[in-house]
């Protein structure tokens, strides 16, 4: 019998600390697997595009929001988005801007894909997330080594300053780790250890994914 569009959609969840290697394991299975299963059977979707628009509060207010609590998401969109790529059909990937705390004002288009690897700190904090998918991967990197590479890209690629990073750190980041990101990972059916450059884990990961694209 024929596969319904519902069941030929897998969605893999990679979660874990901010600058935990989470966007670089993603981006890394996507690149090597698309040149062996081709690029309409997978994709990558960050969870940081669907941070809640706020194109219409003021910058001094935005710079105040808690970026690392589970309120911080537009999670209805990014559901919303999933069923809509399961059942074959299109979806406008917001973009999201860093420096400007904000969604730009233009999105992508995104099509429906074999495999879709959703990456982002606070994706398994949702059940309805959670129920989308069909395997979670938690990666478990040293918060030290965490901060470290966070302080490194948000100064090079978001547009921060050194003190503000560390501010934010301490205010936000870490606190809302430990309470909200670290109990996932009694969601996750795999755990990575050191991040992005484990590449024991990412050839198993990219033999598991491969199966799907068959
Ligand atoms: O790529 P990464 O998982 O590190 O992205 C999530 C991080 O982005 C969060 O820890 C959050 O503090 C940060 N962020 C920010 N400013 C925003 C939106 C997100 O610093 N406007
Ligand atoms: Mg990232």
Known sequence: MAE???QQCIIIGITGASASGKSLIANTLYHELRAQVGDHNI???????YYKDQSNVPMEERIKVNYDHPGSMDHELLLQH????????NIQLPQYDYAEHTRKSESVVFRP?????LEGILLLTDKRLREQM????????PLDICLMRRIRR????????LDSVIAQYNKTVRP????FIEPTKQYADIIVPRGGKNRVAIDILKAKISQFCE
């Open 4 to 6: 319904t569009a519902q």
């Open 176 to 179: 809302m780790y430990l309470q």
């Open 154 to 161: 948000d100064v090079n690629e978001r547009g921060r300053t």
């Open 82 to 89: 999933l069923k809509t790529l399961k059942s074959g059909k």
């Open 43 to 49: 994709g990558v979707i960050p969870e940081d595009c």
């Open 134 to 141: 069909d395997f979670s991967i938690f990666v478990d990197t």
């Open 113 to 117: 894909k074999r495999v879709i690897i």
